[in-house]
T-cell receptor, first 115, second 111 residues
Framework: AQTVTQSQPEMSVQEAETVTLSCTYD???????LFWYKQPPSRQMILVIR??????QNATENRFSVNFQKAAKSFSLKISDSQLGDAAMYFC????????????FGTGTSLTVIP | DSGVTQTPKHLITATGQRVTLRCSPR?????VYWYQQSLDQGLQFLIQ???????AKGNILERFSAQQFPDLHSELNLSSLELGDSALYFC??????????FGQGTRLTVV
């Protein structure tokens, strides 16, 4: 089974600064999708960004961008100009493009934004 | 609004009881997933259905069961409830090969 590892249980960032959350995954597949989800205190799961493995260009959504290193099986999330509303738990997730079955989630990184 | 509807939002019940959680996926999504999230924990995958058939099973207890109906809504049945079953239960739906859309969850408290 695929595994997703988030090695940073907690991170903090000063408001308006930049922070990078790390994620690595293990797979033998070449066709897959990677995601970052945000879970604020309300505990709603919100999609932040998506990356298709076949795309070489890193995905960007406003202040959120990823650094996708396919050979290294690394998928980090960069949050620029951090805002208080970015404080949340962030989960990295993997989905096979072959079987399209379950999503594999990392254990999460709790991000604190310091005013 | 993700388009995924879960009911009820909150549920308080006693140990030994049985409850049913309901999920209506986004229109057109054939896949439904159930996840359990205990306090300050990650997401534990329970089970996936695709167009009415079980597609993948995770660490789902034998006391738990699920099904997906012809109209694609799904139900998660939890029986012989224990204190440790208290958690947030998420349903998510997804079209093929894209992201999962999560409902707001059902917060189950077993007392």
């Amino acid at each position: 089974a695929q595994t997703v590892t988030q090695s940073q249980p907690e991170m903090s960032v000063q408001e308006a600064e930049t922070v990078t959350l790390s994620c690595t995954y293990d797979t033998s597949e070449s066709d897959y999708y990677l995601f970052w989800y945000k879970q604020p205190p309300s505990r709603q799961m919100i999609l932040v960004i998506r990356q298709e493995a076949y795309k070489q260009q890193n995905a960007t959504e406003n202040r959120f961008s990823v650094n996708f290193q396919k050979a290294a099986k690394s998928f980090s999330l960069k949050i620029s100009d951090s805002q208080l509303g970015d404080a949340a738990m962030y989960f990295c997730a993997y989905r096979s493009g072959v079987t399209g079955n379950q999503f594999y989630f990392g254990t999460g990184t709790s991000l604190t934004v310091i005013p | 609004d993700s388009g995924v509807t879960q009911t009820p939002k909150h549920l308080i019940t006693a140990t030994g009881q049985r409850v049913t959680l309901r999920c209506s996926p986004r229109s057109g999504d054939l896949s439904v997933y159930w996840y359990q999230q205990s306090l300050d924990q990650g997401l534990q995958f329970l089970i996936q259905y695709y167009n009415g058939e079980e597609r993948a099973k995770g660490n789902i207890l034998e006391r738990f069961s699920a099904q997906q109906f012809p109209d694609l809504h799904s139900e998660l049945n939890l029986s012989s409830l224990e204190l440790g079953d208290s958690a947030l239960y998420f349903c998510a739906s997804s079209p093929l090969n894209t992201e999962a859309f999560f409902g707001q969850g059902t917060r189950l408290t077993v007392v």
